[in-house]
């Protein structure tokens, strides 16, 4: 492309885009082509003015034509509804969204009728009410021309994004952070977003990284005690909550106060949004990473349109999970005594809406309709065989689907599909005596099964830790489609005399919390013994995992290395702020207090080991089907080891927090994928497991 070179902060954006995914994806290599946009060429329009396009038409253009594969922007200047045949994702990583002042270099003070330079209508607003004597003048150029001219005496002072400035290391023009509740940026401000071709294989697969579980959650009929406590949960974490009309209002107050709640019902003759805007707006807030809880009234999948918004899911490839919920057929018969089934009366019934599709109009059933109806059958899975051949002496074809369906509602159902020909012979159902759930008819084809497109969707995750950490494992795991399965090798326990010594632990200048378990089973003890936290000494831990224990109870240790999580980087971080005659405890478990080595030993003589925790392995003797392991100790390998050997791990992926737990895995790796967390947090594991499934499929692709 010829023209105008794209800006410093384009490039330095772009760059800083792309040496996040190269460490997240070293399966790619990612070239730098230089574009210019109309926003670079043109110099004169007021901003204001512009279309919406400005600044990514030609990266558009080059892109639809195949000649690049991706454009990074800033998140603002997208416009909001992207070009035909575009697809996108944010990424996560957002720098500060405030605006800024800027003042000339030569000068510190704002004249009271300063000239002031801004491109926004919003940024003309905040400084119409600030400065009510100002002159406001459009101002045009890239950030270092804005500021050159800014130094030249064509402005008093710029207000401009903190972003930008950040991104190209000129913060230290910044003379006054505007605070966002005097200044409210634009929603994408201070996020890049990563624009290419629809359907491009690869990048579908990348935006599995960033692009977050979108929730179709069952409100319940009537009444907020009607929902799950699953509706509920997911409502307290949500970004955005788009809800129908049969919604109980009560129910949105469990959602943040910072989320934003969106109106999507329908009554008849009366929609607040057609179906395809429900849609859209569906996969809008899930291109940008948000935390989407679509809220149904009843139970979505019955009457609910459920099928055609999970369709757009299928179509971009999102994560998606359904909640079920309590429909108004419950409420109107098991709340009421109407029971739709009673011994010796009846055992069955039918459940149609007489409404044709598409009009509303009342359109009675003919026989043969009737007779296609899906059809339920409780309480008959070890009598497939005899239901099968009652089902086609009435009629239906032996080619008719059916499926049995296990542990429905559990977190892991078991499902077979087939006909009414061959059910029996399935393996899982003939070699199965538990309860199951019959359903036949056309829709009970395997087509219908719900599909997992998380980064690690349809994995089995075996998550060895503690009993402590399940909860964020659990959490993590299933954010990227996977299922979390909970086998815990060790059991934390506190010391016989911990609590006699809890006093001597705190009377310390420094106390070195080793893990995320420790700092719970610290903060545990101090609630336990009505201790304040005010007591504790200065604390250095190591890793973000146990930074976010203490964050929790708002306690913020001196010394948390981050990056070189290791007993090396928190040596190297003492060693800098130990004074002389300072008294150190560190709180150890009791495989800890029996290793030959210590390096934290060795490089502090004078530092005191504290027994403050049992450290005990389990024994199982059956291992759960799994495809990962995440292990978050040295002592869980070894439990895991005992119980069931190395080589239980063949062929599987094995996940250690941090480098002693990898080297404890030894050196028969080369039957398994042995991987390391780039950060010492639970969440960390799950994460670059994802980002190396990713790889894994994008080198399959690329192959």
């Given amino acids: 492309m010829t023209g105008t070179r794209p800006s410093r902060l384009s490039l330095a954006q772009t760059e800083n885009a792309l040496n996040r995914l190269r460490k997240l994806l070293p399966s790619l290599n990612f070239k730098t082509i230089q574009i210019s946009s109309p926003g670079d060429r043109d110099k004169i329009t007021d901003i204001r003015e512009t279309p919406p396009d400005f600044f990514t038409r030609d990266l558009d253009d080059t892109i639809t034509a195949g000649e690049i594969d991706c454009a990074v922007h800033s998140a603002k200047d997208m416009p909001e509804q992207l070009r035909e045949g575009l697809?996108?994702?944010?990424?996560?990583?957002?720098?500060?969204?405030?605006?800024?002042?800027?003042?000339?270099?030569?000068?510190?003070?704002?004249?009271?009728?300063?000239?002031?330079?801004?491109?926004?209508?919003?940024?003309?607003?905040?400084?119409?009410?600030?400065?009510?004597?100002?002159?406001?003048?459009?101002?045009?150029?890239?950030?270092?021309?804005?500021?050159?001219?800014?130094?030249?005496?064509?402005?008093?002072?710029?207000?401009?994004?903190?972003?930008?400035?950040?991104?190209?290391?000129?913060?230290?023009?910044?003379?006054?952070?505007?605070?966002?509740?005097?200044?409210?940026?634009?929603?994408?401000?201070?996020?890049?977003?990563?624009?290419?071709?629809?359907?491009?294989?690869?990048?579908?697969?990348?935006?599995?990284?960033?692009?977050?579980?979108?929730?179709?959650?069952?409100?319940?009929?009537?009444?907020?005690?009607?929902?799950?406590?699953?509706?509920?949960?997911?409502?307290?974490?949500?970004?955005?909550?788009?809800?129908?009309?049969?919604?109980?209002?009560?129910?949105?107050?469990?959602?943040?106060?910072?989320?934003?709640?969106?109106?999507?019902?329908?009554?008849?003759?009366?929609?607040?949004?057609?179906?395809?805007?429900?849609?859209?707006?569906?996969a809008a807030y899930a291109r940008k990473g948000k935390s989407v809880v679509r809220l149904k009234g009843g139970d979505p999948g019955i009457f609910g349109r459920l099928a055609e918004e999970l369709s757009i899911m299928d179509d971009l490839e999102f994560p998606f999970k359904v909640l079920p919920g309590v429909t108004s057929l419950s409420a109107a018969t098991t709340s009421t005594g109407l029971l739709l089934t009673r011994r010796g009366l009846s055992r069955g019934f039918t459940v149609a809406t007489p409404r044709k599709s598409g009009t509303g109009d009342i359109e009675w059933f003919s026989e043969d309709e009737r007779k296609s109806f899906p059809q339920v059958y409780f309480m008959g899975a070890t009598d497939i065989n005899e239901i099968s051949v009652a089902l086609k002496k009435d009629g239906c074809p032996g080619s008719l689907p059916v499926a049995v369906v296990y542990n429905a509602g559990s977190p892991s159902p078991i499902i077979a599909c087939g006909t009414l020909d061959d059910i029996a012979e399935n393996p899982t159902v003939k070699n199965n005596s538990c309860p199951g759930i019959i359903i036949a008819g056309k829709n009970a084809d395997s087509r219908f099964l719900y599909s997992s497109y998380g980064a690690l969707?349809?994995?089995?995750?075996?998550?060895?830790?503690?009993?402590?950490?399940?909860?964020?494992?659990?959490?993590?795991?299933?954010?990227?489609?996977?299922?979390?399965?909970?086998?815990?090798?060790?059991?934390?326990?506190?010391?016989?005399?911990?609590?006699?010594?809890?006093?001597?632990?705190?009377?310390?200048?420094?106390?070195?919390?080793p893990s995320p378990s420790c700092a719970v089973l610290l903060i545990e003890l101090m609630e336990k013994t009505s201790t304040d936290i005010r007591k504790l000494p200065q604390i250095a831990i190591c890793g973000l995992g146990t930074a976010a224990v203490f964050s929790e109870k708002h306690i913020y240790p001196a010394i948390c290395t981050e990056e070189n999580f290791g007993t090396e980087g928190l040596i190297v971080a003492l060693k800098k702020r130990l004074k002389a005659g300072e008294r150190m405890i560190k709180l150890c478990s009791d495989k800890a207090l029996s290793r030959a080595t210590n390096k934290m030993r060795d490089a502090f003589p004078a530092l005191e080991e504290f027994h403050f925790y049992n450290n005990s392995p389990l024994n199982y003797s059956t291992l759960p089907d799994f495809d990962a392991a995440l292990f978050t100790s040295p002592s869980g390998v070894d439990a895991f080891i005992k119980s069931f050997t190395i080589e239980a791990l063949r062929g599987k992926a094995a996940m250690s927090i941090g480098e002693p737990t990898f080297k404890s895995l030894g050196n028969k790796n080369e039957h398994f994928n042995p991987l390391i967390s780039s950060e010492a947090t639970v969440s960390s594991m799950v994460s670059t497991l994802a980002s190396w499934k990713i790889n894994c499929k994008i080198l399959e692709i690329l192959n």
């Fill in 457 to 513: 969707g349809g994995m089995k995750i075996l998550f060895t830790g503690s009993r402590r950490l399940f909860g964020e494992a659990a959490q993590s795991i299933e954010m990227f489609g996977a299922e979390a399965i909970f086998l815990p090798m060790i059991e934390l326990s506190l010391a016989p005399d911990a609590q006699s010594h809890l006093e001597y632990i705190l009377n310390v200048d420094w106390l070195i919390v």
């Fill in 87 to 282: 697809d996108f994702f944010r990424l996560p990583w957002r720098e500060d969204p405030r605006d800024a002042v800027i003042l000339p270099q030569s000068d510190g003070e704002i004249p009271r009728k300063p000239r002031i330079g801004i491109s926004s209508a919003r940024r003309e607003e905040y400084c119409r009410q600030r400065f009510p004597e100002g002159n406001i003048l459009s101002i045009r150029g890239d950030i270092e021309q804005r500021i050159a001219q800014l130094d030249e005496g064509k402005y008093d002072l710029l207000i401009m994004a903190a972003a930008g400035l950040n991104r190209i290391n000129l913060s230290h023009r910044i003379t006054e952070f505007i605070p966002l509740e005097e200044l409210t940026p634009p929603e994408g401000q201070g996020y890049l977003a990563v624009t290419f071709r629809k359907g491009d294989r690869i990048f579908n697969l990348i935006r599995k990284l960033f692009v977050k579980p979108v929730i179709f959650a069952g409100a319940g009929s009537g009444s907020a005690n009607n929902a799950t406590v699953a509706v509920v949960n997911a409502l307290k974490s949500c970004d955005v909550c788009l809800y129908d009309a049969l919604c109980p209002a009560e129910l949105l107050e469990y959602t943040p106060q910072t989320a934003e709640r969106l109106f999507a019902g329908k009554r008849k003759g009366a929609h607040s949004h057609s179906q395809e805007e429900i849609c859209t707006l569906i």
